[in-house]
């Protein structure tokens, strides 16, 4: 069974960081692009991020760029989101998805002071 | 980046009628990757259809989509129930990656 738990959301102040990891299960890591899909409170869906399945390739939203970085660990069948420079409008669920079927169940950011 | 503009925004029906939701793209959908997702509320988004017509697995076949360019449609034939939720296209042909707005689907 595919599996994708996500942690290390919570609470962190404008301007601050905070890690984001997507542990995977059920399937092989290393075959799938994976991204990071986010949804503010009462919102549509946002695409993030993506990585290729090797690490060689990465894209994002051009509100994050600059200030996300998306990584894997294929050895450890991880997916992470490093988010500095933190914004209120950064607020909101990260679902990890393996392309497309796959969704975790999220987790919450909340940027506020 | 392309738009992608869902209608209508909301749809208010009643089980067993039959409805078409509408997603249009500011430009062409690059080989038709073109997906439908339904979310509930408090749950992740499911995938329904991907490459516009394809039914994901396990979804009934009363789902079906179609299309091609900049103009797609998701149909369900005969409304149940648990079909009552938010419906989201999203095309991956292009970077950004791109979601529609949504069409909220509620009971009448």
């Known amino acids: 069974e595919v599996q994708l738990v996500e942690s290390g959301g919570g609470l962190v102040q404008p301007g601050g960081s905070l890690r984001l990891s997507c542990a995977a299960s059920g399937f092989t890591f290393s075959s799938y692009w994976m991204s990071w899909v986010r949804q503010a409170p009462g919102k549509g869906l946002e695409w993030v991020a993506k990585i290729k399945q090797d690490g060689s390739e990465k894209y994002y939203v051009d509100s994050v760029k600059g200030r996300f970085t998306i990584s894997r660990d294929n050895t450890r069948n991880s997916l992470d989101l490093q988010m500095n420079s933190l914004r209120a409008e950064d607020t909101a669920v990260y679902y990890c998805v393996r392309h497309w079927a796959y969704w975790g169940q999220g987790t919450p950011v909340t940027v506020s002071s | 980046e392309i738009v992608l503009t869902q209608s209508p925004g909301t749809l208010s029906l009643s089980p067993g009628e039959r409805t078409t939701l509408s997603c249009r793209a500011s430009q062409s959908v690059t080989s038709s990757a073109l997906a439908w997702y339904q979310q509930k509320p408090g749950q992740s988004p499911r995938l329904l259809i991907y490459?516009?017509?394809t039914r994901a697995t396990g979804i009934p076949d009363r789902f079906s989509g179609s299309g091609s360019g900049t103009d797609f449609t998701l149909t369900i034939s005969r409304l149940e129930p648990e079909d009552f939720a938010v419906y989201y296209c999203q095309q991956y042909g292009s970077s950004p990656i791109t979601f529609g707005q949504g069409t909220r689907l509620e009971i009448k």
């Open positions: 490459d516009a017509s």
